[in-house]
DNA sequence: CTGAAAGCGCTTACAG
DNA sequence: CTGAAAGCGCTTACAG
């Protein structure tokens, strides 16, 4: 080594302090712009630190003050539904606008995607956490609280603490205009797991078929199945229930098994079987044809997600929120016989 | 309080330690598996942490070791670019590939997105990063390096600590088949950073009008002008070239605005104007008409990404790593001519 | 206006 | 096999 480059040891507070012929408390005060420092004192310092190149440790910050400013966004969804082969999904959609309103607000935001057999807990230095769309006795619901670390869920169960996802208006919404566009015999076909959305989406349609006069036939399928698990599901339902003329499969990834399991078993979609999901996304889109879809407006569900915990964070409770938009139908290609 | 929950005060090593009636030093001993401890004191030890329900700090831990075991996913990019109305896209997709690698290792994946006028890495507690197509004096590579804080690019500049996109590949990919396809003067549309994947795109196209004796044309847009600056940059080359008869646009955002303005400018793409992009994500799918692309398998990259910066992280530096899957061509209706 | 000292909660040489 | 002590790098009452 020629050069004055020592083997690269950090920058403390107390290098700066010595340097500046100060105590670290004053160094302290003086970059923080908190407590009473001579306003010359001040620009000393700062100019010490500049010239040293000094960098606060954040490890050290977040220990001595308790706050890592720092949030997590947390699915339970198996890996086999928020995964697919394109990784572009609900979460995805949601963890992008949420890492924007949070580094704006001075948060960071960790992504812990669901991935099997692993959990990520234990990894995380965070101040709170989203969570979303969780199951009953969802297991990482339980987990953040036994840690107490303060979260809000998005799509869960209502409450001060929830984004509503407003499961029941997609589902009226998506299931109504099965109807508009002809349907005599819609069936459902959802996940098992019991999560709002899907009692949502089961509620509304036979609430509906007991009003419109339709036999109610439904399907249930296990989410961590996957596209594989929709198909199966789908092509059974077809087989036992000929007469059904449209379907609303409210898991997208399910969706695409259903749209196969309808080629499959001869129908044509958007003619002799209409079909509808629930989220907008890359699947819906790029169906054979698109598939009619709901709007969820993830990006204001996103930065109400994080405003509602920074606010929990910050004052421990939450005021009731501003509503947020109603999800809008958008029509396609798969619910327009022709 | 009538239960025995008090005010909530953490459960600490120092707890755990007095209650087994030991030193912080076996039940950290105990807890982690290392050192020399008496078998049935380990148990002890991990019998009493789990019945207070001990959770070491990942705080504590971090400052004390020096290490975070978590990374950060960067991107210099405008927001304009990788944001678009869905923020589906290329550094998304990339993100939880990403995540997913990591966490599978013991890492947390650290989400920061372009947000203009934010800088993110004040906030980080991080060991390393992955920063995504930096451009020449990329200002967060200048900023890792101050910190001293070891990174990997993803298409940046060749070297042992960049994952290659491959960019000459990709650019040959689509533009041979732009003339296969019935080209006689294609054109091309880039962003004006001077980032390797432009200059790449650059250097391919010009000495393909040199081989194959066209004229190159080409135009450059400032990347955070986003699909509108595509836009018109596409709508002005197309007036002063009336004879370009196929673009290869390479930012997909460009692209997009690319085909709004070919409409505008009276020609059908795919049949008067092909027109090809880079990235295979949601604005190539369900551009009409879709877009023929190119397959980056960004998932493989984004593994290759994770292994390479831990590899760098653990020993200091990076063997040669395996090859990637070289791009693959997904033609689509934008260039079949009908 | 400035500083000495405690402490956040761990891990890790080192001693016994 | 077990433990006392130092120290990671800050911030924050508190004293002067």
Redesign the pocket.
Known sequence: MTTSQQKH?????????RE?????????????G?????????QHVKDVAARLR????V????????RSHAIALLSSMPAAVSAGASQLGFFTELAMGSARTALLRGYVLLLAPPVDECNPLALLDMDGAILLEPAPHDPIAQELEERSIPYVTIGGRPGPENIDLQHERAAELLLMHLLEAGARAPGLVLGSSGRESQQAFRECYVNLAHRKKFAPVLAEAPEGGGEQAGYEATRRLLERHPELDALCVPIDTFASGAARAAADSGRTVGRDLLLTTRYDGLRAQTCQPPLTAVDLHLNAVSHAAVSTLLELLSTGEVQLSGDLPAPTLIKRASTMRI
């Open positions: 040891k950090r920058v403390t507070i107390a290098d700066v302090a500046a012929g100060l105590s670290p408390t004053t160094v302290s005060h003086s970059l923080n908190i407590g009473q420092v001579d306003p010359e004192t001040r000094y960098r606060p440790s490890r050290a910050q977040r220990l001595r003050t308790g």
